[in-house]
C-alpha cells in the first residue's frame, strides 16, 4: 500500500517548493484568454448521448467569510444581490440544457461555493426544480458543502425532501483560541447540532473538512480536534495543511503569520493526523482524505477506479464535469473552461443568453496523457509514464527521490513507494513541464 500508515521519514529539501494541488493538469495557473463561449458550445456539442456527465453548481457567497479561505466567495449580505444570482443561474442551467439538447447522462449533481447554504432553502429548491425540469437526471446523487454556522431545520428539510446523499461540513478545528485566529468561531454543539440534523434528514456521507498548520496550533489541539470529529463518526474527513499566501489572498492579511507552525511541524501535524485516522478505522484516499472502509469513496480506491477532479478525490467516474455559476470551472477530455469570476460580469453574460466562459485553455492530447499520469500517481500510486516525451528528463527530475527510497522505477512504470505520500504532489509535480518554468506560487508541497 503505497500511503503507509503514518510517520514516515522528513526529508524538507524535497518538500521546499510549493506546488500545485492538480485538481486539473494543466492547473489553473495555466488558463488564458484565448478560449471563450465559442469553446464551451463545441464542447457541450461533442457530448455523445449516453455520455457520463456531472453538473457542479458554484454559489459565490457565505454568511461570514473566514480570514483564511481561498475560495471564490463573498458576504451574501445583499438579498436582493444574492436573489439576482439564483435567477440567473437558473438562465445559465437552462441555457446549458439547451445546447445539450438532451445528450449527456447526468450522474452527479455537486454543489460547492462558498457555502451553498447563504441561499434561502427555497431559493436552493427552485434551482433544484430547474435543473430536475431541464436535465434528465431522475436519480443523480446529489453532493452538498454547508456552512454548519446558520444551518437550520428549515435547510435540513430541503436537504431531505431533495434526497441529497452526501454532505461536506467545514469544520477546519474545533480549538477555540485557534477558531478565534483565523475568523471562523463555531463551537462543538454546533457542529453536533447540524450532524443530528442530517442524519434525521437521511444524509449517507457526511463528511468533515479540517486543517493543520493554523496560527497557533498545537499538535495536542490537533489531536483533540481528530478525537472531537472521530466521536460524531463522519464517513469521511479531508485533512488539508493551511496555504498562507496573502499577497494573493487579501482576506488572511488578518492572519498573524508569525504564529503559523513551521514546515517541520506542518509535516509532523499531517503524519499525526494520518496515524490517528488509519488506527481509527479509517482508509487512506489519495493524499488528504480518508473513508470508512464502507463508504463509496472507499470502495472506489480498493477497486483502482478513485479519480480526482475540482473537488479533491472522488468516485465520480465522469469525463465531463460542467461547472455553473460565477467562477466555475467545466472540464472537458479536450477544455478546460472557467465562467467569469466577477459576478457583474458573468450576470452580462448571461443576461445576455451567453455562455460566461472567460478563462481556460485547450488541452493536447500530450496533456490529456500527462494529466491522466498524474492523476493516477495521486490517486493509485503508480503510472506507466511510456510515450511521455520527456520521460528522461523526469527521471532525472526523480532521482532525489529514487535514492531516499520513495519511488521505485519498473520499466517506464512509476510507482510510489510506502513511505512516499506526503511527497505526493511534488513527485507529480516533475510531470508537469509547465512547474519547471513557471514561478505561478502554489501551497506548501505538504
Ligand atoms: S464558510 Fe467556507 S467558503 Fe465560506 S468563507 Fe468560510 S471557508 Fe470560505
Same mark, same amino acid.
Given at each position: 500500500?503505497?500511503?503507509?500508515?503514518?510517520?514516515?521519514?522528513?526529508?524538507?529539501? $524535497? &518538500?521546499?517548493?510549493?506546488?500545485?494541488?492538480?485538481?486539473?493538469?494543466?492547473?489553473?495557473?495555466?488558463?488564458?484568454?484565448?478560449?471563450?463561449?465559442?469553446?464551451?458550445?463545441?464542447?457541450?456539442?461533442?457530448?455523445?448521448?449516453?455520455?457520463? +456527465?456531472?453538473?457542479?453548481?458554484?454559489?459565490?457567497?457565505?454568511?461570514? +467569510?473566514?480570514?483564511?479561505?481561498?475560495?471564490?466567495?463573498?458576504?451574501?449580505?445583499?438579498?436582493?444581490?444574492?436573489?439576482?444570482?439564483?435567477?440567473?443561474?437558473?438562465?445559465?442551467?437552462?441555457?446549458?440544457?439547451?445546447? &445539450?439538447?438532451?445528450?449527456?447522462?447526468?450522474?452527479?449533481?455537486?454543489?460547492?461555493?462558498? !457555502?451553498?447554504?447563504?441561499?434561502?432553502?427555497?431559493?436552493?429548491?427552485?434551482?433544484?426544480?430547474?435543473?430536475?425540469?431541464?436535465?434528465?437526471?431522475?436519480?443523480?446523487?446529489?453532493?452538498?458543502?454547508?456552512?454548519?454556522?446558520?444551518?437550520?431545520?428549515?435547510?435540513?428539510?430541503?436537504?431531505?425532501?431533495?434526497?441529497?446523499?452526501?454532505?461536506?461540513?467545514?469544520?477546519?478545528?474545533?480549538?477555540?483560541?485557534?477558531?478565534? /485566529?483565523?475568523?471562523?468561531?463555531?463551537?462543538?454543539?454546533?457542529?453536533?447540532?447540524?450532524?443530528?440534523?442530517?442524519?434525521?434528514?437521511?444524509?449517507? !456521507?457526511?463528511?468533515?473538512?479540517?486543517?493543520?498548520? &493554523?496560527?497557533?496550533?498545537? $499538535?495536542?489541539?490537533?489531536?483533540?480536534? $481528530?478525537?472531537?470529529? $472521530?466521536?460524531?463518526?463522519?464517513?469521511?474527513?479531508?485533512?488539508?495543511?493551511?496555504?498562507? +499566501?496573502?499577497?494573493?489572498?487579501?482576506?488572511?492579511?488578518?492572519?498573524? =503569520?508569525?504564529?503559523?507552525?513551521?514546515?517541520?511541524?506542518?509535516?509532523?501535524?499531517?503524519?499525526?493526523?494520518? *496515524?490517528?485516522?488509519? =488506527?481509527?478505522?479509517?482508509?487512506?484516499?489519495?493524499?488528504?482524505?480518508?473513508?470508512?472502509?464502507?463508504?463509496?469513496?472507499?470502495?472506489? *480506491?480498493?477497486?483502482?477506479?478513485?479519480?480526482?477532479?475540482?473537488?479533491?478525490?472522488?468516485?465520480?467516474?465522469?469525463?465531463?464535469?460542467?461547472?455553473?455559476?460565477? !467562477? /466555475?470551472?467545466?472540464?472537458?477530455?479536450?477544455?478546460?473552461?472557467?465562467?467569469?469570476?466577477?459576478?457583474?460580469?458573468?450576470?452580462?453574460?448571461?443576461?445576455?443568453?451567453?455562455?460566461?466562459?472567460?478563462? #481556460? @485553455?485547450?488541452?493536447?492530447?500530450?496533456?490529456?496523457?500527462?494529466?491522466?499520469?498524474?492523476?493516477?500517481?495521486?490517486?493509485?500510486? !503508480? *503510472?506507466?509514464?511510456? #510515450?511521455?516525451?520527456?520521460?528522461?528528463?523526469?527521471?532525472?527530475?526523480?532521482?532525489?527521490?529514487?535514492?531516499?527510497?520513495?519511488?521505485?522505477?519498473? #520499466?517506464?512504470? @512509476?510507482?510510489?513507494?510506502?513511505?512516499?505520500?506526503?511527497?505526493?504532489?511534488?513527485?507529480? *509535480?516533475?510531470?508537469?513541464?509547465?512547474?519547471?518554468?513557471?514561478?505561478?506560487?502554489?501551497?506548501?508541497?505538504?
Amino acid at each position: 500500500m503505497w500511503q503507509g500508515s503514518g510517520m514516515r521519514p522528513y526529508f524538507p529539501d $524535497l &518538500l521546499a517548493t510549493p506546488v500545485p494541488r492538480y485538481t486539473s493538469f494543466p492547473t489553473a495557473a495555466e488558463f488564458g484568454d484565448a478560449v471563450g463561449p465559442a469553446d464551451m458550445s463545441v464542447a457541450l456539442g461533442a457530448i455523445r448521448p449516453d455520455e457520463a +456527465v456531472s453538473l457542479y453548481l458554484h454559489i459565490p457567497y457565505c454568511e461570514q +467569510v473566514c480570514w483564511y479561505c481561498g475560495c471564490n466567495t463573498g458576504a451574501a449580505n445583499r438579498t436582493a444581490r444574492v436573489a439576482a444570482y439564483v435567477r440567473r443561474l437558473c438562465e445559465e442551467i437552462t441555457l446549458v440544457a439547451e445546447a &445539450l439538447g438532451g445528450r449527456g447522462k447526468i450522474g452527479r449533481i455537486a454543489w460547492g461555493g462558498g !457555502s451553498p447554504n447563504a441561499l434561502a432553502p427555497e431559493q436552493f429548491d427552485a434551482l433544484m426544480q430547474r435543473l430536475r425540469r431541464d436535465f434528465n437526471h431522475a436519480d443523480a446523487p446529489l453532493s452538498i458543502e454547508l456552512d454548519p454556522r446558520g444551518f437550520d431545520e428549515h435547510w435540513a428539510g430541503e436537504i431531505a425532501r431533495n434526497l441529497v446523499e452526501r454532505v461536506s461540513l467545514g469544520v477546519q478545528t474545533f480549538a477555540p483560541h485557534v477558531q478565534a /485566529a483565523i475568523g471562523r468561531v463555531q463551537p462543538l454543539e454546533d457542529i453536533e447540532r447540524v450532524v443530528g440534523l442530517l442524519r434525521l434528514a437521511g444524509v449517507k !456521507s457526511i463528511n468533515f473538512d479540517l486543517m493543520y498548520g &493554523l496560527p497557533g496550533q498545537t $499538535l495536542d489541539d490537533l489531536d483533540t480536534t $481528530l478525537t472531537q470529529a $472521530l466521536a460524531l463518526a463522519p464517513e469521511r474527513l479531508a485533512v488539508f495543511g493551511y496555504a498562507h +499566501v496573502p499577497h494573493l489572498l487579501p482576506r488572511q492579511r488578518r492572519i498573524d =503569520a508569525s504564529a503559523l507552525p513551521d514546515a517541520a511541524q506542518r509535516f509532523r501535524f499531517a503524519e499525526h493526523a494520518q *496515524a490517528r485516522l488509519i =488506527a481509527a478505522g479509517y482508509q487512506s484516499i489519495g493524499f488528504d482524505h480518508f473513508a470508512l472502509p464502507g463508504d463509496e469513496i472507499a470502495v472506489a *480506491a480498493r477497486a483502482g477506479w478513485l479519480r480526482r477532479n475540482f473537488q479533491g478525490f472522488t468516485e465520480d467516474p465522469a469525463d465531463v464535469l460542467i461547472g455553473l455559476g460565477a !467562477s /466555475a470551472i467545466s472540464s472537458f477530455p479536450g477544455w478546460l473552461l472557467q465562467n467569469e469570476k466577477n459576478a457583474g460580469r458573468y450576470h452580462l453574460k448571461i443576461g445576455n443568453a451567453a455562455f460566461a466562459t472567460a478563462r #481556460g @485553455l485547450r488541452r493536447t492530447p500530450l496533456d490529456q496523457r500527462r494529466g491522466r499520469a498524474i492523476e493516477q500517481i495521486l490517486c493509485a500510486g !503508480s *503510472a506507466d509514464l511510456d #510515450g511521455l516525451p520527456d520521460l528522461a528528463d523526469i527521471r532525472a527530475r526523480l532521482a532525489a527521490f529514487e535514492e531516499r527510497d520513495l519511488i521505485g522505477w519498473t #520499466g517506464s512504470r @512509476l510507482t510510489l513507494l510506502p513511505d512516499a505520500l506526503p511527497y505526493a504532489r511534488a513527485i507529480a *509535480a516533475t510531470l508537469d513541464p509547465y512547474r519547471q518554468t513557471s514561478a505561478a506560487r502554489f501551497s506548501n508541497a505538504v
